[in-house]
């Protein structure tokens, strides 16, 4: 059974800084497509950021430069370093993730991180509030 529990999250002023953790169980994150995807109160589910099973990474545009992903495979954890934050980062943060056999994990590579909302795997979501 696949778990995926997200924590990290808080309330900072714009221009804070805050890390995002997900620990994988049930899944070994180095044979997986993982990535970040958002919902803001009211808005539909935005991915954030991703990374394949080649450890390549992508981001959407508005997080670029101020977001990293990345992933400690000794601790089957994957992360997400958020620098320079705005209060329109301010939603819920969701880990997500696909075996590297599955198609979705193919569409991460292709179209980016968009599909991630899409992901079979989810966690229960951790909440960042972002000030002016």
């Known amino acids: 059974q696949v778990q995926l529990v997200e924590s990290g999250g808080g309330s900072v002023q714009a221009g804070g800084t805050l890390r995002l953790s997900c620990i994988a169980s049930g899944l070994t994150i180095n044979s997986a497509c993982l990535g970040w995807f958002r919902q803001a109160t009211g808005k539909e589910r935005e991915g954030v950021a991703g990374?394949?099973?080649?450890?390549?990474?992508s981001y959407i545009d508005s997080v670029k430069g101020r977001f990293t992903i990345f992933q400690d495979i000794g601790k089957n954890t994957l992360y997400l370093e958020m620098n320079n934050l705005k209060p329109e980062d301010t939603a819920m943060y969701y880990c997500?993730?696909?075996?590297?056999?599955?198609?979705?994990?193919?569409?991460?590579?292709?179209?980016?991180?968009?599909?991630?909302?899409?992901?079979?795997?989810r966690g229960q979501g951790t909440q960042v509030t972002v000030s002016s």
């Open positions: 990374i394949d099973t080649d450890r390549r990474t």
């Open positions: 997500a993730a696909e075996p590297s056999w599955a198609f979705r994990c193919g569409h991460l590579e292709t179209q980016g991180p968009r599909v991630l909302p899409q992901f079979g795997y």
